[in-house]
DNA sequence: AAAAACACATTGTTATACTATGTAATTTGT
DNA sequence: ACAAATTACATAGTATAACAATGTGTTTTT
């Protein structure tokens, strides 16, 4: 077993992954960036840097698939919260589509 | 729906599942490269760009995943026929195993 | 004889995860 | 009361990989 390719293999496999969580995660709710990270690490075990996730939600605010708005909180600094737009969720569905493509494809295999 | 940004995730989302695919497409049977471009469209409906299944090829077997040989045909150029080894078959199900992984957690979302 | 297909490969461009680093406020530990 | 850890945002640099474009030479089809 090639430890070092599988570890390198499953950041390539983020590439892909990444956006789709962000995404279906921004669909039952809306988060603030450094509680997606926890949030996403509860619900799948998985840890995205904040080096990776800052950058990613910007990509999708500017892709129009997410939106923010800067919330003030009574102490502590304002929170940028992120919520799914309509072009999100319709973007959302066909990412899910083609997922179960690849995935039935796959196991086809 | 943003198509744009649907192409390129599907884009990105192939540097997880391609070296995938081909080691699973190597593990029924060996193929020369460009055999596998014209299998795996027939298998999985993907299109692989030749500019990226070489390197992709090489890479596999600088990591020991797979090996070659050159097989002399009666009419025409050899051809370069890969077969996959005992450590690719290995990192292959520690990659199915992530896979399965990944799939049930965003099935779960 | 010309065009298309076969079969290999590399170069340049673009996209993205990750590490490291930075800023600043707040909360926790001692 | 002070130091350390946590919260919350963000960017710069590095490594990796898909893809288009291009290149070489052979063989098959028209």
């Known amino acids: 077993m ?6 390198k293999w499953i950041s390539q496999l983020k590439k ?5 969580i962000v995404l279906s995660v921004l669909r039952r709710n809306t988060y603030y960036g450094y509680d997606l990270i926890n949030e996403i690490k509860k619900l799948t075990d998985i ?10 939600l910007v990509r999708l605010k500017n892709e129009n698939l997410v939106s923010h708005s800067w919330v003030e909180q009574e102490s502590g600094i304002p929170r940028k919260y992120y919520q799914i737009t309509e072009e999100g969720k319709n973007t959302l569905n066909a990412m899910k589509d083609y997922w179960t493509y ?5 196991q086809s295999i």
Chains 1, 2 share one sequence.
């Open 2 to 7: 090639n430890e070092e390719y599988k570890n």
């Open 16 to 20: 892909g992954t990444l956006p789709f």
């Open 102 to 106: 690849i995935n039935n494809t796959i």
């Open 47 to 56: 840890v995205i840097a904040e080096g990776t996730l800052y950058p990613l």
